[in-house]
C-alpha cells in the first residue's frame, strides 16, 4: 500500500513524466510514418544565417529515417556544417556535390549513407562550394543543376532535404528549382521576420519563371525560449501572418540540440530522450502527417509533383513581411 503510494508519487514527478513522454515519443518512432506516394523534395531556405536551417535538416531528417523512411540530406553550403553533423566526412577531397553541381558528376557517385541512421543518406559539401557559386555562372543550365541531378538519381527516396547556405545566390535558386517545396526556420527572437519578404519573392520569381510547383510548405519556429515574452510574442506574430504553414511543434532552446553536432550526431542518437529530440521527432511527424496544400488540399499520399499547380496566393500575400514587426 505505502510501496504504491510512493511509486505514484514518484511516476508524478516532472522527471518521470518527461521519461515517459519519451518512453512513448520513441515507441512511436518504431511505428512508421505515411511514405510519400513520390519523393518530397524540400527546401529548408531562410538566408539569414544561425536561425536553425542546419540543424532542423539533419534533425527532421533523422526523425523521418528513424520512422522507416528513406531520406536523403544535400547539403549545399560551403560550411559542410549538415555534412558534419551526420558525421561525414568533407574534406577538400571527398566527392561532393559541388562535383554534381559543377563538373557533371551523378549524384549516386558522391551520396554517403551516415552510419548512425538506418535509411539515411548524406550528400556532402566540400569547401570548394564556395567557389561555386561563382562558377555555376557561366555554366548551361546553371540555375537547374541540382534538379538535373537529383532527377537522374535512380535509388528510391521518400524525403530529399536540402540544407542551403544563408544567402540567396544561384546555391540556393539550385535548391529552389529542384524542389517541390520550402520550408523555412524562423529563429523565435527579434528581426525574425526582417528579411523574410526577400525570400518570399524569391520563392516567387523562381516559382513563376523556372518551377512552377515550388511552394512553401512548412515554417518551423526555432529555439523557442518558453521563459521569455519575446519568444511568445515572436511565435505568435509568425503564426498569425503564416496560419497554415506554421507546423505545431516549436523547437526549443537546448543545450543538447547544440551539443550534438560535435559528436558528429544528431540530438536524436546522441539523447534521444531530451526536449530537443522529442520535438523534432514530434515537428518531422507533423510534416510527415501533413496534407500537401497544393492543387487545394489533398492528402499528402497519393500526391504527385507533376502537374501540381502550385500555390501562390496565401504565400503571396505576406510578401510584404519584412520589417513587418
Ligand atoms: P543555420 O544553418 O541557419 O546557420 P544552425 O542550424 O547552424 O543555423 O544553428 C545555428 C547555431 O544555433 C548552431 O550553433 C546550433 O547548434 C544552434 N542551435 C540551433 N538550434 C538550436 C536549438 N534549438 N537550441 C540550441 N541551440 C540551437
Ligand atoms: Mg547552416
Known amino acids: 500500500m505505502q510501496d504504491s503510494e510512493t511509486i505514484d508519487q514518484i511516476d508524478d514527478t516532472p522527471i518521470a513524466r518527461a521519461a515517459q513522454a519519451a518512453v512513448q515519443a520513441i515507441g512511436r518512432a518504431g511505428e512508421g510514418l505515411p511514405r510519400p506516394a513520390a519523393t518530397r523534395v524540400i527546401v529548408v531556405a531562410n538566408q539569414k544565417g544561425g536561425v536553425g536551417k542546419t540543424t532542423s535538416t539533419v534533425n527532421m531528417a533523422a526523425a523521418l529515417a528513424m520512422h522507416g523512411l528513406r531520406v536523403l540530406v544535400v547539403d549545399l553550403d560551403p560550411q559542410g556544417n549538415a555534412s558534419t553533423a551526420l558525421g561525414i566526412d568533407h574534406h577538400a577531397e571527398v566527392p561532393s556535390i559541388y562535383d554534381v553541381l559543377v563538373e557533371g558528376k551523378p549524384l549516386a557517385d558522391v551520396v554517403q549513407p551516415v552510419v548512425d541512421v538506418e535509411g539515411l543518406f548524406c550528400v556532402p559539401a566540400t569547401i570548394d562550394l564556395a567557389g561555386a557559386e561563382i562558377e555555376l555562372v ?59 519578404g526577400q525570400l518570399l519573392r524569391n520563392v516567387e520569381l523562381v516559382r513563376a519563371h523556372l518551377n512552377p510547383t515550388l511552394h512553401v510548405s512548412t515554417i518551423l519556429l526555432t529555439m523557442y525560449d518558453a521563459r521569455t515574452r519575446l519568444a511568445a510574442q515572436v511565435a505568435e506574430e509568425v503564426r498569425t501572418h ?11 532552446r537546448s543545450v543538447r540540440i547544440s551539443e550534438a553536432p560535435s559528436y558528429g550526431q ?30 487545394g488540399g489533398g492528402s499528402l499520399v497519393g500526391q504527385q509533383r507533376d502537374g501540381e499547380p502550385g500555390r501562390s496566393a496565401p504565400m503571396a500575400q505576406h510578401g510584404t513581411t519584412e520589417g513587418n514587426r
Open 138 to 196: 557561366s555554366l548551361v543550365a546553371r540555375e537547374s543543376r541540382l534538379q538535373r541531378a537529383i532527377a537522374a538519381y535512380e535509388q528510391p527516396l521518400d524525403y530529399i532535404l536540402i540544407d542551403c547556405p544563408p544567402s540567396l545566390g544561384l546555391l540556393t535558386v539550385n535548391a529552389l528549382v529542384a524542389g517541390l517545396e520550402v520550408l523555412i526556420p524562423i529563429q523565435c527572437e527579434y528581426y525574425a521576420l526582417e528579411g523574410l
Open 242 to 252: 503564416f496560419q497554415q504553414e506554421v507546423l505545431h511543434t516549436a523547437i526549443p
Open 266 to 295: 544528431t540530438v536524436l542518437t546522441y539523447d534521444p530522450g531530451s526536449t530537443g529530440a522529442l520535438s523534432y521527432l514530434e515537428a518531422a511527424r507533423e510534416l510527415a502527417m501533413r496534407a500537401v496544400p497544393a492543387g
